[in-house]
DNA sequence: CTCGCTGCAAACGTTTTGCAACCCC
DNA sequence: GGGGTTGCAAAACGTTTGCAGCGAG
């Protein structure tokens, strides 16, 4: 766990290394409300708010990544149901459509013919993140 | 705009209208806050609750669609960064891993042949969106 | 005429912030 | 010892809810 940080370029410090290890014992993909039960039972004076900010800095320094949900605040709609991809540009925040016929028909192939054990799928989305390029010339 | 309302089993009243019309003049892919913005000129009382409730019955009806993004509330974190997709079951909420090489391979040679003309990629996720398979027997 | 929708405002849950005390380096 | 980190509490933010009045069907 102490490695884990410092090879990260973070401060090992107590609670990192406990929110951390939580977080990795948690399979699933959880909240930092999670995170935090998981780690009270240890250090009960361990407070939310220094899981939020352990997180944005594990985050930062590439530790550890956000999954992206539908659910939950600060939601975006989109009125174009047609199948389609999303460009997500790291610079300007900005969310691209990307569509594809071709890249829809390969996807769907390969999950038809791969098949999964437990799961029925009914539709996908590929997220593909970058940066957008500003063309000089 | 009527039309599109009624299809989809929706009273068309004077704000329904006007949110699904401001919402596909947003090319972006808006919160709902910036769909109030939207529609503020032309509808100065109209407001953001009922912009909410608008566009959850939008997003129920199947009119619009909700853009998974990792940022906003309700954060969810993954502490593994190794290159997996998730598939996201409707029934119970869950976040699952799925892993596969091969599939990274097809999508990266598909991506790579195909090019963007501004946009440089570095990584991607395929949002796979389904239900569990609950066997019994 | 009825039932669903609107507007308002208050409530809610999650995340962020400010700041003094603390402790890793 | 110094500067990043913690804990606490307050504030900010986006979203949801309750309810009286309105309006589409």
Redesign the pocket.
């Known amino acids: 766990m102490?490695d884990l940080?410092?090879r990260a370029g973070?401060?090992?410090?107590?609670?990192?290394m406990l929110?951390l290890g939580g977080l990795l014992a948690l399979r699933d993909h959880p909240?930092?409300?999670q995170v935090h039960r998981q780690v009270a039972a240890k250090?009960p004076?361990?407070?939310?708010?220094?899981?939020?900010?352990?997180?944005?800095?594990f985050v930062v320094a590439g530790l550890v990544k956000r999954v992206a949900v539908a659910?939950?605040?600060?939601?975006?709609y989109d009125a174009d149901c047609s199948p389609h991809h999303h460009l997500f540009c790291t610079a300007t925040q900005e969310i691209l459509d990307y569509r594809d016929p071709q890249l829809d028909q390969l996807i769907q192939e390969f999950l038809a013919a791969r098949g999964f054990e437990n799961f029925q799928p009914h539709s996908f989305s590929l997220h593909i993140i970058g940066e957008k390029i500003i063309r000089s010339a």
Chains 1, 2 share one sequence.
């Open positions: 102490r940080l410092t973070l401060r090992a410090t107590q609670q990192r929110i909240t930092a409300e250090a004076t361990l407070s939310l708010g220094t899981v939020y900010k352990a997180l944005d800095s659910d939950g605040a600060a939601r975006r």
